[in-house]
């Protein structure tokens, strides 16, 4: 079955830039998506086949994905981006998979 | 605005079926080619997909729940459910209804509704 591994914390102050990754076996092939979950929320798809961004969501969320790693890109962060985050693929043999979340912490 | 919301049983006893619907709001669930999802969420942890219902009407699940898990779709109601069989307490979960682009991105969903597997 295919895997997605990603950090299960990252923390990064007001203002800078917090990069969250997404592991997996050229996961550079497949179109990733990314997912914002706030507390009590259900999850919201910020970045969509790699790079793409939904209407509605800031300039600052920003997705890469190449070889076999996917990255999410959260510039200029605000304490209201604080959130989990989870990366998303469809993949021939397990169809839908999603990565463990990572858990973004505002200082 | 095309909404979701998730109806059903919080409270399912062990080794009996849980069973929940989506009401599709603010369009048609037969429109734009789209297909319908489930995912669930054990409290404090990730999400889990469970299975989903193409606009053709043909059904994919989750490989380690597929022999317990049936999703139907309800044109005439616009609604689309979930019945998951034999369940046990490893089921608590949130559940949530989400509609599917043609790229695999879960881009509407529903709010969620708290399914307890208990005695």
């Known amino acids: 079955s295919y895997v997605l591994t990603q950090p299960p914390s990252v923390s990064v102050a007001p203002g800078q830039t917090a990069r969250i990754t997404c592991g997996g076996n050229?996961?550079?092939?497949?179109?990733v998506h990314w997912y914002q979950q706030k507390p009590g929320q259900a999850p919201v798809v910020v970045v969509y086949?790699?790079?793409d961004r939904p209407s509605g969501i800031p300039e600052r969320f920003s997705g890469s994905n190449s070889g076999n790693t996917a990255t999410l890109t959260i510039s200029r962060v605000e304490a209201g981006d604080e959130a989990d985050y989870y990366c998303?693929?469809?993949?021939?043999?397990?169809?839908?998979?999603f990565g463990g979340g990572t858990k973004l912490t505002v200082l | 605005q095309l909404q979701l919301q998730e109806s059903g049983s919080g409270l399912v006893k062990p080794s009996q079926t849980l069973s929940l619907t989506c009401a599709v709001s603010?369009?048609?669930?037969?429109?734009?080619?789209?297909?319908w999802s489930w995912i669930r969420q054990p409290p404090g942890k990730g999400l889990e997909w469970i299975g989903y219902?193409?606009?053709?009407?043909?059904?994919y699940y989750n490989p380690s729940l597929k022999s317990r898990v049936t999703i139907s779709v309800d044109r005439s109601k616009n609604q689309f459910s979930l019945k998951l069989s034999s369940v046990t307490a490893a089921d608590t979960a949130v559940y949530y209804c989400?509609?599917?682009?043609?790229?695999?991105?879960?881009?509407?969903w529903g709010q969620g509704t708290m399914v307890t597997v208990s005695s």
């Open positions: 219902i193409y606009h053709s009407g043909s059904t």
């Open positions: 086949d790699d790079s």
């Open positions: 603010g369009g048609s669930i037969s429109s734009g080619g789209y297909s």
């Open positions: 989400a509609r599917v682009t043609a790229i695999q991105a879960f881009d509407i």
């Open positions: 998303q693929v469809w993949d021939s043999s397990s169809l839908v998979v």
């Open positions: 050229n996961i550079g092939s497949k179109s």
